[in-house]
């Protein structure tokens, strides 16, 4: 037998197609849901929505300790799985943050010291987005920050034990006067960022290792003769 609840119900009942959402003060914000369950299998089908919550409430409600910043954060998730057996999960959702602060974090507050930026307001990256997937453990993200004096695009992957990987490029803000004259001619892409930063370790724990001007390495992976050339 299978349950639903939420705005699920439609797919059953025609005479509710217009099934209200599941719907809560939660997680620091309004957050609806709709799916399904199967009583036999244990698997579900869940979509959420999170609208107008507070980063830094939302964080400490999901037990992340000195969260304190500010930001608005609206988000969406669909996920299909068993709950107990992370080995069946799957799944993609998105994260947007605005009207933010986001160099309070601990996180950005080591990366901007790790790109020897001072950590103020015209430092802070105002809005973000994150997009993920859910396969099994493994959460692949992508990743762009938007400030007034640096932008952040990137890719890699988190997991539910907080191990981190990512590829992280910035590139000139909007209110550095050159991005007027970079920007057009050198469009965002991997080739064209000022730094790259590699991070591993822990989302706790971060380790940041600077690589200035990466497309230079870009050039001596496709010509290697260049860097062994006296």
Same mark, same amino acid.
């Given at each position: 037998?299978?349950?639903?609840?939420?705005?699920?119900?439609?797919?059953?009942?025609?005479?509710? /197609?217009?099934? +209200?959402?599941?719907?809560?003060?939660?997680?620091?914000?309004?957050?609806?849901?709709?799916?399904?369950? *199967?009583?036999?299998?244990?698997?579900?089908?869940?979509?959420?929505?999170?609208?107008?919550?507070?980063?830094?409430?939302?964080?400490?409600?999901?037990?992340?300790?000195?969260? =304190?910043?500010?930001?608005?954060?609206?988000?969406?998730?669909?996920?299909?799985?068993?709950?107990?057996?992370?080995?069946?999960?799957?799944?993609?959702? *998105?994260?947007?943050?605005?009207?933010?602060?986001?160099?309070?974090?601990?996180?950005?507050?080591?990366?901007?010291?790790?790109?020897?930026? /001072?950590?103020?307001?015209?430092?802070?990256?105002? =809005?973000?987005?994150?997009?993920?997937? +859910?396969?099994?453990?493994?959460?692949?993200?992508? +990743?762009?920050?938007?400030?007034?004096?640096?932008?952040?695009?990137?890719?890699?992957?988190?997991?539910? *034990?907080?191990?981190?990987?990512?590829?992280?490029?910035?590139?000139?803000?909007?209110?550095?006067?050159? /991005?007027?004259? +970079?920007?057009?001619?050198?469009?965002?892409?991997?080739?064209?960022?000022?730094?790259?930063?590699?991070?591993?370790?822990?989302?706790?724990?971060?380790?940041?290792?600077?690589?200035?001007?990466?497309?230079?390495? /870009?050039?001596?992976?496709?010509?290697?003769?260049?860097?062994?050339?006296?």
């Amino acid at each position: 037998s299978t349950l639903y609840f939420g705005s699920r119900v439609a797919d059953v009942l025609p005479s509710e /197609s217009h099934a +209200i959402a599941m719907t809560a003060s939660a997680l620091s914000g309004d957050l609806s849901l709709g799916g399904l369950g *199967r009583l036999d299998t244990g698997k579900f089908f869940c979509e959420a929505q999170l609208r107008h919550a507070e980063l830094a409430g939302l964080l400490q409600d999901v037990g992340v300790e000195q969260a =304190s910043t500010q930001a608005r954060c609206d988000a969406s998730l669909t996920f299909d799985g068993i709950p107990w057996n992370t080995q069946t999960w799957s799944g993609e959702g *998105r994260v947007h943050l605005s009207d933010a602060q986001l160099f309070q974090l601990p996180f950005m507050i080591r990366f901007l010291r790790t790109a020897s930026i /001072s950590a103020n307001d015209d430092s802070a990256f105002q =809005s973000a987005d994150i997009l993920f997937r +859910i396969d099994g453990d493994l959460i692949p993200l992508q +990743i762009a920050c938007d400030g007034e004096v640096l932008r952040l695009f990137g890719d890699g992957w988190t997991n539910l *034990r907080r191990e981190v990987d990512l590829k992280l490029y910035s590139y000139v803000g909007r209110r550095v006067p050159i /991005s007027r004259v +970079i920007s057009p001619i050198m469009p965002d892409s991997r080739y064209s960022a000022l730094m790259m930063f590699e991070v591993t370790g822990t989302l706790d724990n971060p380790q940041m290792l600077r690589r200035p001007f990466p497309q230079l390495t /870009s050039i001596q992976e496709m010509f290697p003769e260049m860097a062994t050339a006296d």
